[in-house]
């Protein structure tokens, strides 16, 4: 059974070696003067390809000279200015080339007398029309929308949650644990945001690693009888190990920005798309577990064993969560030293 497990393991990893694969591009418009914007276009890249997404503006936003362009950590950045007469109020934004990805567009327009408009982009909803001033809502919404999907394509957050569930004895102790998960990675997102706590991104996506590789050898000790502190009080393990999650998050959070009109807003509807998120992902594990528990062969398993399906999923958990989190581990440390 183990080298069955090994042998899985082993054919995932080339498929999920990396936990953050659809970042967003995001489009950047500051005005610098009456009638000029500074343009800043960031696409995914990976080496030297890219999405082949670019910026279409409508006829009436004029462009200064040919843009500056250049490779940038793990993206592709484009520099140039623009010019319009009614400071871009009612011109158009186009993401050329979105319809046929799977990624979104970040679009925020900046004013010199603080008004700022914050957009997000889909394949189904690819351009916009530049407004005075973003309302409440729209920025809401983008941001609420952004939260659920970084917690939904976060492999890794989503594994330790996995994790946890897998870790935990009965409904209290899972409550108390995921409680514990969210207000701690709820702390350090906010401090982080508003600029209290600065760590590197890099040292932080290992240790995150680590976190899971921690959790599911805790998985094994409980499946072997022991009774560790991480299994009679997991919760304690989650808050410490959230607090370094909501570095995470925080990260991707400060890549996107946040409109300087409507930090509070837009760092509290994050992370309850986070919160939202992460709750779709606990109730579609759980009712997974009960339909499990439903089937008939698998009822018959749990009265001739005495085991129930809970135990038997723990241990192939333990190895699948635990093999890609030690590969990510590996390959995040490599990354820090190279």
């Known amino acids: 059974m183990k080298k069955i497990l090994i042998l899985v393991v082993a ?18 418009i500051i005005q610098t003067a009456a009638e000029t914007f500074d343009v800043t276009w960031r696409v995914p ?46 011109s158009r934004i186009e993401i050329e080339g979105l319809a046929k990805t799977m990624t979104d567009a970040l679009v925020r327009i900046s004013w010199l007398d603080g008004r700022e408009q914050m957009s997000r982009l889909l394949p189904d909803n690819p351009s916009l029309t530049i407004e005075a001033l973003a309302g409440t809502g729209e920025v809401a919404a983008t941001y609420f929308g952004l939260g659920v999907e970084h917690i939904l394509l976060g492999i890794d957050h989503l594994l330790f949650v996995l994790a946890l569930v897998v870790l935990v004895s009965g409904w209290r102790q899972l409550v108390a644990t995921i409680t514990a998960f969210t207000l701690a990675h709820s702390i350090t997102l906010a401090l982080a945001v508003l600029g209290v706590v600065s760590v590197p991104q890099g040292p932080v996506e290992a240790v995150i690693a680590l976190s899971i590789v921690f959790v599911a050898v805790e998985i094994l000790h409980k499946l072997e009888g022991r009774k560790t502190l991480a299994i009679r009080k997991p919760w304690l393990v989650a808050f410490g190990f959230g607090l370094l999650h909501g570095l995470g998050f925080a990260g991707a959070l400060s890549e996107i920005g946040v409109p300087e009109h409507a930090i509070p807003l837009s760092l509290a509807v994050f992370n309850l798309g986070v919160e939202a998120g992460q709750l779709a992902f606990i109730l579609a594990v759980s009712a ?27 241990l192939p958990v333990a190895y699948l969560v635990g093999g890609l989190a030690a590969w990510w581990l590996i390959d995040r440390t490599i990354a820090l030293v190279v």
Do not use: C, K
């Open 288 to 314: 997974l577990m009960l339909l499990l528990r439903q089937m008939p062969l698998v009822h018959q398993w749990e009265i001739r064993t005495g085991h129930t399906a809970t135990v038997a999923s723990a």
């Open 45 to 90: 890249a990976r080496g030297d390809l890219r999405l082949s997404l670019n910026v279409g503006l409508s006829d009436d936003i004029h462009t200064s000279g040919l843009p500056v362009a250049q490779f940038v950590g793990a993206y592709y950045v484009e520099r140039w200015q623009v010019s319009h007469p009614a400071e871009l109020i009612g």
């Open 11 to 28: 054919l995932l990893l080339p498929a999920l070696s990396q936990a953050h694969e659809l970042r967003p591009a995001s489009l950047s």
